[in-house]
């Protein structure tokens, strides 16, 4: 089974600053994707960043980049400029490849606040 | 629609009573999920739906726990015999396909309130 350890229940950022969230995972798979969705208040989930596992590149998305260490299972996500927009919760999630539907197994999440 | 869409918004019953949820995925989306996010908690996977394939039903918590996916299209999630604990936001993802990492896209949830 695989678990995922979000090790940050809250952070909170000033406006324009960096912020990184951390993400660890446990598998035995070799071959996975990882994935950072955002839920704000308005309780949608909506997906950040993907991350394919035996990729090297690190994936980023605008603002949005991740640090990937497969070797560390470690999967982490870094926020440039931040902006007020981007107060939520952060999960990081787990999808093990197969031939058919994945569940994705999630983290407790990180709250972010982002301040004036 | 363009996205997911989940009704009701918001759920208040007596425990005891019998709830059903309802799931209108992305059209031509093949793959539909529903979790669980219990305050505090991360989401917790329940059961999936794949194309005209048995579901998988192994995040189900009990047998009050079921759903069914008519025409490949619209999921209902009913719960039976609500106890407190089943208090939560049920939130309903779709995707194109289940494979090879096809990402979610989620609605907004139902928030079930068992008094």
């Known amino acids: 089974a695989q678990t995922v350890t979000q090790s940050q229940p809250e952070m909170s950022v000033q406006e324009a600053e960096t912020v990184t969230l951390s993400c660890t995972y446990d598998t035995s798979e070799s071959n996975y994707y990882l994935f950072w969705y955002k839920q704000p208040p308005s309780r949608q989930m909506i997906l950040v960043i993907r991350q394919e596992a035996y990729k090297q590149q690190n994936a980023t998305e605008n603002r949005f980049s991740v640090n990937f260490q497969k070797a560390a299972k470690s999967f982490s996500l870094k926020i440039s400029d931040s902006q007020l927009g981007d107060t939520a919760m952060y999960f990081c999630?787990?999808?093990?490849?197969?031939?058919?539907?994945?569940?994705?197994?999630f983290g407790t999440g990180t709250r972010l606040q982002v301040t004036l | 629609g363009a996205g997911v869409s989940q009704s009701p918004s918001n759920k208040v019953t007596e425990k005891g009573k019998d709830v059903e949820l309802r799931c209108d995925p992305i059209s031509g989306h093949t793959a539909l999920y529903w979790y669980r996010q219990s305050l505090g908690q991360g989401l917790e996977f329940l059961i999936y739906f794949q194309g005209n394939s048995a579901p998988d039903k192994s995040g189900l918590p009990s047998d009050r726990f079921s759903a069914e996916r008519t025409g490949g299209s619209v999921s209902t999630l009913t719960i039976q015999r609500t106890q407190q604990e089943d208090s939560a936001v049920y939130l309903c993802?779709?995707?194109?396909?289940?494979?090879?990492?096809?990402?979610?896209?989620f609605g907004d949830g139902t928030r079930l309130s068992i008094l």
């Open positions: 999630a787990f999808m093990k490849i197969t031939g058919t539907a994945s569940k994705l197994t």
């Open positions: 993802a779709s995707s194109v396909t289940g494979q090879g990492g096809q990402p979610q896209h």
